[in-house]
Nanobody, 123 residues
């Protein structure tokens, strides 16, 4: 499985960024994909997930601001991030695993993941 993130960068507080994750090799009929993040000196935090059934799940810290979606034709996962806050600053990782049962962001930590893309939000 190969996951390649893009779209990270810098934004000001209140701004928006969209992350993309190009996926290949995930040969499962059901799956769970999503994003988690990690800031220096902080624990990993599951951000958002989406199952092959389309169900989504979000961390409380991003609900109403972030939206996870997928394009099955392009095999690409997205994370639209709006109303960004300085505390959203972190390395963001795309992750994926087979099976869609109990698909939530925290269950992606041990899954396949990409190399990460940095998001920096300034106040």
């Amino acid at each position: 499985v190969q996951l390649v993130e893009s779209g990270g960068g810098s934004a000001q507080s209140g701004g928006s960024l969209t992350l993309s994750c190009a996926a290949s090799g995930l040969a499962y009929s059901t799956y769970c994909m999503g994003w988690f993040r990690q800031a220096p000196g902080e624990e990993r935090e599951g951000v958002a997930s989406i199952g092959s059934d389309g169900r989504t799940s979000y961390a409380d810290s991003v609900k109403g601001r972030f939206t996870v979606s997928q394009d099955n034709v392009k095999n690409t996962l997205y994370l639209q991030m709006n109303s960004l806050k300085p505390e959203d600053t972190a390395m963001y990782y795309c992750a994926a695993r087979g099976g869609s049962l109990f698909c939530n962001p925290a269950r992606l930590f041990g899954a396949w993941r990409g190399q990460g893309t940095q998001v920096t939000v300034s106040s």
